[in-house]
């Protein structure tokens, strides 16, 4: 499948009838955003040439962030399941 618009149409009927060509559609923006910030963080890392060590002038704050987002996401994660656990799936 290209990128031209004959493409992108055979994407719309795809997605239009599986669930799962739906998600990865979905899933492909989100991988192009992290692209650039997972560059970024893995160029020399834990070094005093690091980005993060160039704004902030703290050394070592790969480990910090990475944590960080760690919890972010596992939030996000166990926020999604409650929700989901709370939705009737006969209704739908």
């Known amino acids: 499948m ?3 618009p004959d493409g992108l149409l055979q ?4 997605s239009r009838h599986s669930n799962l060509i ?15 910030p997972g ?5 020399a890392p834990f070094s005093l040439e690091h980005i ?4 902030t002038g703290i050394p070592g704050m790969e480990p910090a962030i990475c944590g960080l987002v760690f919890l972010i996401g596992a939030a996000l994660s ?6 989901e656990k709370k939705v009737d799936v006969m209704n739908v």
């Open 2 to 4: 290209t990128l031209k």
């Open 11 to 14: 994407a719309f009927v795809l």
């Open 22 to 36: 739906t998600l990865i559609l979905k899933l492909i923006p989100v991988f192009g955003a992290l692209a650039l």
């Open 39 to 43: 560059s970024l963080a893995f160029t």
């Open 52 to 55: 993060l060590y160039r704004k």
């Open 78 to 83: 166990l926020h999604v399941v409650r929700r």
